[in-house]
């Protein structure tokens, strides 16, 4: 919500407060913010939010009304906290927005192009400018000619088509942020975790890493933002940027980098800082990272920290990672199709500010993707906040999303979604939110406020993610959902594959609740044993075959596992068929066909003749059915002593 100052001649002021993303503003009724004075057309002006920016465009003049920013006739300009806009005799004075970028007041001289000298020019403190007066809106002055040095890094108007370019990135508005917390008082690998969530929330930067070149741990990574996976680098890799002494290309684990080395000021590298090829190939980005490389040199000299890795006096050490980065993604276990899409439609929409429906059968996993998407998003650092709709009754849920007011001597518990802001909200199982909350989440959506105890309208910066074991299609036409809160909660949907869809992923899964759980890996179990998880149809789908494995984990620990192991349910031997509302007798007979099919080439481990003669059919139909079904190949399964 902006907040205005409007002044009108006489000295009389009012506060106007709105909320919209495109504000209007002129002396017609209309208008977003009416302004009502002498020079001030029907539509004179509009702000706007573009980004990270808030800007200010002029939409019509006549004599004697050109807008004044700060002193200046201006067309359009970017507006921050505390400019004035004159027009005509009115003075509209902006109280909050964004922090005013001290480069479009003053900007240090260049001192050279080298790396070191733009990094010294940009920690340099600004100058501060005098405070223009406005002329007369009568008889305005002449614009004085003032001299502006070159800043230290070129904006990016001046480039051409560069990925940068596109976003409207400039460098120049990023400098005091960075430095800030370069310079903070805490540990080098909290800075440096600083840094990169700045950089992937702010500009194009979403993969960034700064890694150690300490002896034991070189390669591994201090800090680091990723979309994607930024492998460790090699020792031959780390040797190889110290010999070239500057930026160098590396290919590692498939994926192509740039390396940038972190120097001292006269000094050997203190550590390295990555960005993928994609990323360093814009000209403005390699230039921002060698940089930013530099500045860190320079700022771990004036603070005499310990090269990145190494135990020093100076601060605490930063955390040892022993393993590659690896992408939150991976958090999502299987390398089926279905699972491999899930994995690239999770990763296109993390950075979407779009509220998000996930739906799939209970136990598939919906929150686990939930989990994923606040971790691959810009909202990582900010709260990730759960609550259940079917937890409590309406009324305590409510209470417990805006709080309550407390006993007289105690202070007023906040709710929930004040908890989430700048965050994400996970609601589980939304089909089954009652009324009053549901009319409460439509106002978060469509207006991006809440109404918080006492009356007051509170904006509220929170993405929204829910949950549902079932198509909430069925539950509006029911009449107990909004159709209205529906088509704005539904703007991205996920749908979350069966286990039953993807059973190739078992034996991924089972590895990966034994390292959770302590139970037994893949590899423990028997050919039978494991037919048999791969032949039941799951109807708790994952979160039922993660049960098996923790009471495997109780039982037997990690050893070996036999059919008799296992419940009596996985070795029973029939076809189990789970119908549809809409299956026809087609549909029911291939269902069973693939099943059956399924069955016996698990029986004779993927060979396709024995399993032709079982079925009685020649060897060509098998391999006919098998394409037509899907159906994989088991010869991996081989026969175990």
Excluded: C
């Amino acid at each position: 919500m902006l907040s205005f100052e409007v002044r009108k001649p006489g000295g009389e002021s009012e506060i106007r407060k709105v909320h919209r993303d495109v504000i209007h503003l002129g002396a017609s009724s209309g208008n977003d913010l009416v302004v009502r004075a002498r020079g001030v057309l029907g539509r004179h002006a509009r702000i706007s939010v573009v980004g990270e920016e808030l800007r200010l465009d002029v939409l019509g003049t006549a004599p004697g009304s050109d807008v004044y920013l700060n002193g200046s006739i201006v067309k359009t300009a970017a507006l921050a906290s505390g400019d004035r806009i004159q027009i005509g005799e009115a003075t509209i004075t902006l109280l909050n927005g964004p922090a005013p970028n001290p480069n479009r007041i003053s900007a240090p001289p260049p001192r050279g192009r080298d790396a070191l000298s733009m990094a010294a020019a940009a920690l340099a403190p600004p100058v501060p400018a005098p405070v223009a007066v406005p002329p007369s809106p009568r008889a305005p002055e002449p614009r004085p000619r003032t001299y502006e040095p070159m800043p230290a890094v070129r904006p990016v108007e001046n480039r051409s088509s560069s990925l940068s370019a596109a976003q409207g990135f400039r460098l120049a508005d990023v400098w005091a942020e960075v430095f800030g917390r370069l310079r903070s008082s805490s540990t080098l690998d909290e800075r440096l975790q600083e840094v990169a969530s700045y950089l992937s929330s702010s500009t194009p930067v979403h993969s960034v890493a700064f890694l150690s070149v300490a002896e034991a741990s070189a390669g591994e990574a201090v800090a680091a933002i990723w979309k994607g996976t930024l492998p460790r680098l090699a020792r031959r890799a780390v040797d190889e940027v110290f010999s070239a002494g500057g930026p160098t290309d590396v290919f590692e684990a498939g994926m192509r980098l740039r390396v940038y080395p972190v120097v001292r000021p006269g000094a050997e590298a203190v550590g390295l800082l990555v960005l993928p090829m994609e990323l360093a190939a814009d000209p403005l980005l390699n230039e921002l990272a060698i940089a930013l490389a530099a500045a860190t040199g320079f700022v771990h000299a004036e603070r005499a920290d310990a090269p990145f890795g190494e135990r020093g006096a100076a601060h605490a050490p930063a955390a040892v990672i022993t393993a590659p980065l690896e992408d939150p993604a991976t958090a999502v276990v299987g390398s089926s199709l279905a699972i491999q899409n899930l994995r690239v439609s999770l990763q296109r929409i993390a950075s979407a500010r779009a509220p998000v429906l996930i739906i799939g059968d209970v136990g598939s996993g919906k929150t686990l993707a939930a989990e994923t998407l606040h971790a691959l998003s810009p909202r990582r650092p900010r709260p990730l906040v759960r609550i259940a709709a079917t937890a409590s009754t309406a009324a305590a849920l409510e209470e417990d999303l805006l709080g309550s007011p407390g006993p007289a001597d105690r202070r007023r518990r906040p709710g929930r979604l004040f908890e989430a802001d700048g965050g994400t909200l996970i609601i589980e199982e939304v089909s089954d939110l009652p009324a009053a909350t549901q009319a409460l989440l439509y106002r978060l959506l469509e207006a991006r406020e809440v109404v918080a105890p006492g009356g007051r309208s509170v904006p509220l910066d929170v993405r929204v993610i829910g949950t549902s074991s079932r198509p909430l299609t069925r539950a509006v036409e029911e009449g107990t959902f909004r159709d209205d809160l529906y088509y704005r909660l539904s703007a991205l949907t996920l749908r979350i594959p069966t286990l039953r869809d993807r059973k190739e992923d078992i034996p991924a899964l089972l590895d990966a609740f034994a390292a959770r759980h302590g139970g037994p890996p893949a590899a423990s179990f028997d050919v039978e044993a494991m037919n048999a998880l791969l032949d039941f149809n799951y109807a708790g789908n994952v979160r039922e075959l993660e049960n098996e494995v923790r009471r495997l984990a109780a039982q037997l620990g990690t050893g070996p596992v036999r059919l008799a192991d296992l419940e009596t349910k996985f070795g029973d031997e029939h076809v189990e068929l789970t119908l549809a509302e809409s299956d026809d007798l087609k549909e029911i007979v291939e269902k069973v066909e693939r099943q059956v099919i399924e069955r016996v080439m698990r029986k004779v481990r993927g060979n396709q003749s024995l399993g032709a003669r079982l079925l009685n059919i020649s060897r060509g139909s098998l391999i006919a059915k098998m394409k037509e079904y899907d159906i994989k190949d088991f010869r991996y399964l081989k026969r175990q002593d």
